[in-house]
């Protein structure tokens, strides 16, 4: 069986797929130690990590009422007639997820060759369902004025991406920002995995110190995800936490697979009735679930949220959303796609990463197309670290990826079934191989690791990249903008004799080297600016050379190995 797959792996890698994805074997420049099953296994693996979102996006997203309409204000959750409405629209929104992740992670794989998935952010579906449309459509901004407003944010996104000014603005964050926003979405999505709604449930809601230690049956929460007892009996909170545990010895032992075998061990056993772990408990709730996933195959067609979109833009409340979500995906996205590049090992000595510039024009791309399924704005996945982790270093993981989702639009009821508890035991292991990465912050100047630690911290605890990014950011300014002023005008250099010092030398440079192209995309460089090109050629030659003549870093494991270095 070995040598089969081998063989196959081997003309895969030969074929002109082998080539395009850079696969080993293939001969190309620059190719990457992995394989065609390697990236199947990888793809798989994101795929279940990231499942959740399928329902869990489809459910926050309902909750604004989807342009149905209410008979009257303050009854909307009384209104048999509204509430039946909005079972529609989530059973759409569910289709809709499925068709977008599908459709955004193929041609992430297939134009940027990165094995990074798309789906939509639960922080912006929060935002649109929360704060911008309301619960039930209460806060002025109806459903399809902001989806509108969310398109042509979307289009202002792609032509920034396309002159380059995402790219440019990604090379000029502080290197120790860089690293605190891998290790800040490693403990975010630790933060996730430990959660109720995607994860074990080891965390649960506190009126007085807003978290507590959770791991009670579900049947003991309260509506805010408090448990109102029997902490830590939970028999899925054990479940969990054994495939935890199972992931992290194969993958001690270098075993193939291991997040996807760990998933699936704590999937399946969760679709037998009647254990104290089953997903389908004997209630009218675990009932209907079962019916559900007893049809194996169900198709819907979406009659609500297909091109639902109005450009009525008059409305300021309207124009005010669409500013912050630009602002919001600038920071978000661009952050998440740079930490998922950096924790596949893909950024180089300037701070790019190869395949950026399609990478960034086909994520804004996705924000526009999204809307036409009635998604809020689609985002890098941070789970894609996960098939990372599984050996995962082409587009085709996030191809395979893209090819479950579309399955799981025929094939929703079993794909829609993997429990919360299956999938969080891999995003805390992600987690733990992500947060490695702090041994690269610069903690020997305060004006460096203050920064740096404010990202890291801030992400997970306010459920948001972009606000760790605009914490780490704005502190980074204001502490070293202070300090430039206090050394200038007072002269407290370091010098010998000082009585204050601020050692300029062990601060690093704020942003990577520059290759003199601003922020003009390469496609312009090449064909209007030959002196540009040529001389940034020479100057990358030179970083070369440089790193040629440095001690040999750590590389990425091999696909043997199956884990990554961070």
Same mark, same amino acid.
């Given at each position: 069986?070995?040598?089969?797959?081998?063989?196959?792996?081997?003309?895969?890698?030969?074929?002109?797929?082998?080539?395009?994805?850079?696969?080993?074997?293939?001969?190309?420049?620059?190719?990457?130690?992995?394989?065609?099953?390697?990236?199947?296994?990888?793809?798989?693996?994101?795929?279940?990590?990231?499942?959740?979102?399928?329902?869990?996006?489809?459910?926050?997203?309902?909750?604004?009422?989807?342009?149905?309409?209410?008979?009257?204000?303050?009854?909307?959750?009384?209104?048999?007639?509204?509430?039946?409405?909005?079972?529609?629209?989530?059973?759409?929104?569910?289709?809709?997820?499925?068709?977008?992740?599908?459709?955004?992670?193929?041609?992430?794989?297939?134009?940027?060759?990165?094995?990074?998935?798309?789906?939509?952010?639960?922080?912006?579906?929060?935002?649109?369902?929360?704060?911008?449309?309301?619960?039930?459509?209460?806060?002025?901004?109806?459903?399809?004025?902001?989806?509108?407003? @969310?398109? !042509?944010?979307? /289009?202002?996104?792609?032509? $920034? +991406?396309? =002159?380059?000014?995402?790219? %440019?603005?990604?090379?000029?964050?502080?290197?120790?920002?860089?690293?605190?926003?891998?290790?800040?979405?490693?403990?975010?999505?630790?933060?996730?995995?430990?959660?109720?709604?995607?994860?074990?449930?080891?965390?649960?809601?506190?009126?007085?110190?807003?978290?507590?230690?959770?791991?009670?049956?579900?049947?003991?929460?309260?509506?805010?995800?408090?448990?109102?007892?029997?902490?830590?009996?939970?028999?899925?909170?054990?479940?969990?936490?054994?495939?935890?545990?199972?992931?992290?010895?194969?993958?001690?032992?270098?075993?193939?697979?291991? @997040?996807? !075998?760990?998933? /699936?061990?704590?999937?399946? $056993? +969760?679709? =037998?009735?009647?254990?104290? %772990?089953?997903?389908?408990?004997?209630?009218?709730?675990?009932?209907?679930?079962?019916?559900?996933?007893?049809?194996?195959?169900?198709?819907?067609?979406?009659?609500?949220?297909?091109?639902?979109?109005?450009?009525?833009?008059?409305?300021?409340?309207?124009?005010?959303?669409?500013?912050?979500?630009?602002?919001?995906?600038?920071?978000?996205?661009?952050?998440?796609?740079?930490?998922?590049?950096?924790?596949?090992?893909?950024?180089?000595?300037?701070?790019?990463?190869?395949?950026?510039?399609?990478?960034?024009?086909?994520?804004?791309?996705?924000?526009?197309?999204?809307?036409?399924?009635?998604?809020?704005?689609?985002?890098?996945?941070?789970?894609?670290?996960?098939?990372?982790?599984?050996?995962?270093?082409?587009?085709?993981?996030?191809?395979?990826?893209?090819?479950?989702?579309?399955?799981?639009?025929?094939?929703?009821?079993?794909?829609?079934?993997?429990?919360?508890?299956?999938?969080?035991?891999?995003?805390?292991?992600?987690?733990?191989?992500?947060?490695?990465?702090?041994?690269?912050?610069?903690?020997?100047?305060?004006?460096?690791?203050?920064?740096?630690?404010?990202?890291?911290?801030?992400?997970?605890?306010?459920?948001?990249?972009?606000?760790?990014?605009?914490?780490?950011?704005?502190?980074?300014?204001?502490?070293?903008?202070?300090?430039?002023?206090?050394?200038?005008?007072?002269?407290?250099?370091?010098?010998?004799?000082?009585?204050?010092?601020?050692?300029?030398?062990?601060?690093?440079?704020?942003?990577?080297?520059?290759?003199?192209?601003?922020?003009?995309?390469?496609?312009?460089?090449?064909?209007?600016?030959?002196?540009?090109?040529?001389?940034?050629?020479?100057?990358?030659?030179?970083?070369?050379?440089?790193?040629?003549?440095?001690?040999?870093?750590?590389?990425?494991?091999?696909?043997?190995?199956?884990?990554?270095?961070?």
């Amino acid at each position: 069986m070995v040598k089969f797959l081998d063989d196959i792996n081997e003309k895969v890698a030969k074929s002109t797929v082998g080539r395009y994805f850079k696969l080993k074997g293939s001969g190309v420049e620059k190719e990457r130690d992995t394989t065609f099953f390697t990236e199947f296994r990888a793809g798989a693996t994101t795929y279940v990590t990231m499942a959740y979102i399928v329902a869990v996006n489809a459910i926050i997203v309902s909750q604004s009422g989807g342009g149905c309409v209410c008979n009257g204000p303050g009854i909307c959750d009384k209104d048999p007639e509204y509430l039946a409405c909005v079972d529609v629209v989530r059973r759409d929104l569910v289709t809709g997820t499925a068709a977008m992740c599908a459709i955004a992670s193929f041609l992430m794989g297939l134009g940027a060759n990165l094995p990074i998935c798309l789906a939509p952010g639960l922080g912006g579906s929060a935002y649109f369902t929360f704060t911008v449309v309301g619960f039930f459509g209460t806060k002025g901004v109806k459903f399809k004025d902001a989806l509108a407003a @969310i398109f !042509i944010e979307g /289009l202002i996104f792609m032509v $920034l +991406s396309i =002159f380059g000014i995402r790219q %440019w603005l990604a090379r000029h964050i502080p290197p120790s920002i860089k690293v605190a926003a891998g290790a800040g979405i490693g403990l975010f999505l630790t933060h996730i995995g430990l959660q109720y709604s995607a994860g074990v449930g080891l965390i649960s809601h506190s009126p007085a110190t807003l978290v507590d230690i959770g791991g009670c049956p579900i049947s003991a929460l309260d509506d805010l995800k408090g448990c109102k007892g029997q902490q830590m009996q939970s028999p899925t909170f054990w479940l969990g936490t054994i495939g935890f545990f199972l992931i992290v010895i194969l993958m001690n032992y270098k075993v193939k697979g291991s @997040i996807l !075998i760990g998933v /699936l061990f704590v999937g399946i $056993l +969760s679709w =037998f009735r009647n254990t104290p %772990w089953t997903y389908f408990p004997s209630t009218p709730a675990g009932d209907a679930s079962f019916a559900y996933f007893s049809k194996v195959v169900d198709l819907h067609k979406m009659e609500k949220t297909l091109f639902a979109l109005n450009f009525d833009l008059t409305s300021g409340s309207v124009w005010s959303a669409l500013v912050i979500f630009l602002f919001v995906d600038i920071l978000d996205t661009t952050g998440t796609l740079y930490s998922m590049a950096r924790f596949g090992g893909y950024v180089d000595e300037f701070g790019d990463f190869e395949g950026s510039y399609p990478a960034f024009i086909i994520d804004a791309f996705c924000i526009s197309l999204g809307t036409l399924f009635g998604m809020p704005p689609m985002t890098a996945y941070i789970e894609s670290g996960a098939g990372i982790s599984e050996g995962g270093k082409t587009g085709l993981t996030a191809m395979f990826a893209s090819i479950f989702f579309f399955l799981s639009i025929f094939f929703a009821p079993v794909f829609a079934s993997l429990p919360a508890w299956a999938s969080g035991p891999a995003l805390v292991f992600v987690g733990a191989l992500m947060i490695g990465s702090v041994v690269e912050i610069n903690w020997n100047y305060l004006g460096d690791s203050v920064p740096a630690f404010l990202t890291i911290a801030i992400m997970p605890l306010t459920y948001s990249i972009a606000y760790g990014l605009i914490g780490g950011l704005g502190s980074y300014i204001v502490l070293n903008c202070i300090i430039w002023l206090i050394d200038t005008l007072l002269g407290f250099t370091g010098e010998k004799g000082s009585k204050y010092k601020s050692d300029q030398t062990l601060r690093e440079p704020w942003r990577a080297e520059d290759d003199g192209t601003f922020f003009a995309p390469a496609w312009f460089v090449r064909k209007y600016m030959p002196k540009t090109q040529a001389k940034k050629m020479e100057l990358r030659q030179k970083v070369l050379d440089k790193t040629a003549e440095a001690p040999e870093s750590v590389p990425l494991k091999s696909e043997e190995e199956t884990t990554v270095v961070v």
